[in-house]
């Protein structure tokens, strides 16, 4: 059975550490720091055996040199030559087989144009996303237009509900936030922001979510619903999904 534990890391990044069974061979996913990875690496006596990269950001692979250096992991990520340490670049189609799984590539450009997220169907389907879907949220339009960021959703969207979302930042507080604003009559929204709530107080993770939990609680994937397009009427555009998605994004830009 593949497990995943959350590495924190800076203010709000998660490193996610995947692990078969029993065995101490195990994946990091961005490392955008490398300390707290070897910290849990050598107080379990664990083997860093793969490492995936969902884009070029720094948070995601600061880390990647140290841990290169030290462990050399085989390094799978996106065809983009700003990432140094790549040793096997994947894209749109490619399969990857890693801790036992096989994970379907998924390009999904809008947070930066190399950004990729990695899909492993299953009982549960689990689904790396880096930061182009958060909890209740997505992310910032760094490089790529709302229209790529808009499809790439979509393709989240249609992954089986009992999907586990494993994303990249702990932005779930202020995201509910902003989505009680923005799906006001959405009764799920504010129980779900009195949970998340409760789980920081605890300083327990919000994360993973679920595809079908984000089908109801996440307004960038329920801009076909007439409580977001109405609040969205009030700030832009409404007239199209892709419209309201766009409303959305820029009026969480300055939230």
């Known amino acids: ?21 029993a065995s101490q061979k195990v994946c990091v996913v961005d490392p955008g720091d490398a300390a707290p990875v070897m910290e849990v690496l050598e107080r379990e006596a664990l083997e860093l055996e ?18 290169i250096k030290r462990y050399s992991p085989k390094v799978i990520g996106p065809d983009n030559p700003a ?9 749109e189609g490619d399969e990857v087989r890693v801790m036992g799984r096989l994970f379907e590539v998924m390009a999904t450009p809008g947070h930066t144009l190399d950004h990729i997220s990695f899909f492993t169907p299953g009982i549960p389907s689990l689904l790396f996303c880096g930061d182009t879907l958060f909890c209740a949220g997505c992310g910032r339009l760094f ?21 586990l979302v494993f994303a990249a930042h702990e932005y779930t507080q202020a995201n509910l936030t902003f989505a009680r604003e923005a799906d006001p009559d959405n009764d799920e929204v504010a129980s779900a922001l009195e949970d998340c709530r409760r ?34 009427a009030a700030q832009g555009a409404d007239d199209s999904d892709l419209a309201t998605f766009t ?3 820029e009026w969480k830009n300055r939230f």
């Open 1 to 21: 059975m593949l497990s995943v534990t959350p590495i924190p890391a800076f203010s709000d990044n998660y490193i996610w550490l995947l692990r078969q069974d």
């Open 50 to 67: 793969t490492v995936l990269i969902t884009h070029h950001h720094h948070d995601h692979t600061g880390g990647l040199e140290e841990l």
């Open 83 to 91: 990432i140094a340490g790549i040793t096997q670049t994947v894209g």
């Open 143 to 163: 490089e790529g237009t709302p229209e790529q960021l808009y499809h790439s959703l979509r393709r989240f969207a249609e992954l089986p509900e009992e999907t």
């Open 199 to 232: 789980a920081r107080e605890a300083e327990r993770p919000t994360l993973p979510s679920t595809i079908g939990r984000e089908l109801n609680i996440n307004p960038y994937l329920r801009v076909h619903t007439a409580s977001v397009r109405k609040a969205a």
């Open 247 to 249: 409303t959305l994004r």
